[in-house]
């Protein structure tokens, strides 16, 4: 059965740090795309970074460039999630997701979604 399971979600106070992990079972992440997204309440889920399979890019929103780091580490299959420099507006439900063919803004085009980790930014 392939799964994605997020973890590493929480509270934490303006200004802290938090790692996101993104689980995959069932296939090997190295051959997907895989793409962190989140949804606040009311709001749209948004994408937030992701990183290719097909050229080894990495993108991140405008929002937060240089304070969040994607990253794969392909022997524990796992891609991370680094948020430093955490706002209040940086809260939400995170969701990994993975697609084949590179990374996509299009929500609806990711074959694979993890349950999702809140992560609450506030003091």
């Known amino acids: 059965q392939l799964q994605l399971v997020e973890s590493g979600g929480g509270l934490v106070q303006p200004g802290g740090s938090l790692r996101l992990s993104c689980a995959a079972s069932?296939?090997?992440?190295?051959?997907?795309?895989i793409g962190w997204f989140r949804q606040a309440p009311g709001k749209e889920r948004e994408g937030v970074s992701c990183i290719s399979n097909t050229d080894g890019n990495l993108y991140y929103r405008d929002s937060v460039k240089g304070r969040f780091t994607i990253s794969r580490d392909s022997a524990k299959n796992t891609v991370y999630l680094q948020m430093n420099s955490l706002q209040p507006e940086d809260t939400a439900v995170y969701y990994c997701?993975?697609?084949?063919?590179?990374?996509?803004?299009?929500?609806?085009?990711?074959?694979?979604w993890g349950q999702g980790t809140q992560v609450t930014v506030s003091s």
């Open positions: 997701a993975a697609r084949k063919g590179g990374c996509s803004v299009y929500v609806s085009s990711y074959d694979y």
């Open positions: 069932g296939f090997t992440l190295n051959y997907y795309a």
